[in-house]
């Protein structure tokens, strides 16, 4: 891990791809993460209790060039879809077989194997996102055919493998924390390489521990991590300017329309609870109320069949969200930021997707 000075950062220069609260920092995930998102000159910041990921403009732009000369080849589609397709279906049978070692028995090379092929899901999954596919719809829905169902496919792969409670990635971390006898979150909290060294009997001390939980900022830059923890984050987090005014919701028309309603806002960690306690908060929705949320998936379709509109602070037009609207034929703005940040529940809000602009008519009473 390389840690360097880090200069002010103008969030101008980035387009933000997702984030809110999250429970934990997730620092190796965020490592694993890196492992293609490093090229698009990532830039991650935790504030101690926000994680946000924000991709470099310029390299956005490359980017939509790039996604959309590959999707004009019905070819380079085909291979790209055996080979995305035989990873999840290798990489899945891997991870059972590896959890199913007994603990004192798992060994360096299964848990390096492991963490390679969950960093390898991005390099794969990058070319179904907005800034590679959002400027070759008409080429996708000509030669790709089933997208949205593809994508979707995918989304339920990454779920199963780190983002449910019992994941393959968190079982995998329940069997290291029980072999080298560190707490789950502490281990969340190493990076790869010390994940590995445990193995040679290092562990990382308390005080690396506490600086990572409360605050880090990783910026990459030409493919490599500069990066600062604890307060000395905190003074970098609190000069970067973000210059979203507190009332201003503008992202992309994903469907059309103008609908006015009170907003239900779903908080960034509603895919990480329960299934129980989901189905319980989206049974809370009226039918009517326009939804505001990070980002959709096949986790809340319930909560998008309600929905008079749905507004996300994340994704482009070929995200589960814009695909949904279009099919339910309501109004729909993604790629916000903020949507959930700045509205409340309860809020009387007008939707109008014509413009882009989602507008606070009353403030909900506190």
């Not at 055919?145 to 990635?169: C, H, P, Q, T, V």
């Not at 290291?176 to 010390?194: G, H």
């Not at 309600?306 to 993604?334: D, W, Y």
């Amino acid at each position: 891990m390389v840690e360097k000075n880090i200069n002010k950062i103008d969030l101008d220069n980035y387009q933000r791809l997702f984030g809110g609260k999250v429970s934990a920092p997730y620092f190796l995930g965020l490592e694993l993460f890196s492992e293609f998102y490093r090229s698009m000159d990532l830039l991650a910041v935790f504030d101690g209790e926000t994680l946000d990921r924000y991709i470099s403009k310029q390299k956005l732009g490359l980017a939509l060039s790039e996604g959309g000369r590959f999707y004009k080849s019905k070819p380079d589609i085909g291979r790209f879809r055996k080979n995305f397709e035989e990873y999840m279906e290798r990489s899945e049978i891997f991870f059972k077989n590896t959890l199913e070692i007994e603990t004192q028995n798992i060994k360096q090379e299964d848990v390096k194997k492991f963490l390679e092929l969950v960093a390898q899901f991005y390099f794969f999954y990058s070319k179904t996102e907005f800034f590679y596919a959002d400027g070759a719809q008409n080429n996708i829905e000509k030669n790709f055919g089933d997208f949205g169902d593809f994508r979707l496919r995918a989304k339920g792969f990454i779920n199963r493998m780190s983002f449910e409670k019992s994941s393959y990635f968190h079982r995998l971390i329940a069997k290291l924390s029980k072999k080298f006898t560190v707490p789950s979150n502490d281990l969340q909290l190493y990076s790869i390489e010390e994940v590995l060294l445990l193995f040679k009997g290092e562990k990382v001390v308390q005080k690396q521990l506490g600086d990572r939980r409360t605050a880090y900022v990783a910026i990459f830059l030409d493919n490599k991590m500069r990066i600062l923890f604890g307060e000395d984050a905190k003074k970098i987090i609190r000069n970067m300017e973000d210059k979203t005014g507190e009332n201003t919701i503008v992202g992309h028309i994903a469907n059309k329309g103008r609908v006015r309603g009170t907003a239900k806002v779903l908080k960034s960690d509603i895919l990480d609870v329960d299934e129980n306690e989901r189905i319980e908060i989206i049974g809370s929705m009226a039918s009517g109320q326009i939804l505001i949320v990070e980002t959709t998936g096949p986790e809340l379709m319930m909560a998008c069949k309600k929905a008079a509109a749905i507004v996300t602070n994340q994704g482009g037009m070929l995200s589960h969200a814009a695909i949904v609207s279009r099919e339910f034929n309501i109004p729909c703005i993604v790629g916000t930021k903020n949507a959930t940040q700045v509205l409340h529940d309860g809020d009387l809000i007008e939707v109008d997707a014509y413009a882009g602009i989602v507008k606070v008519l009353k403030r909900v009473e506190k």
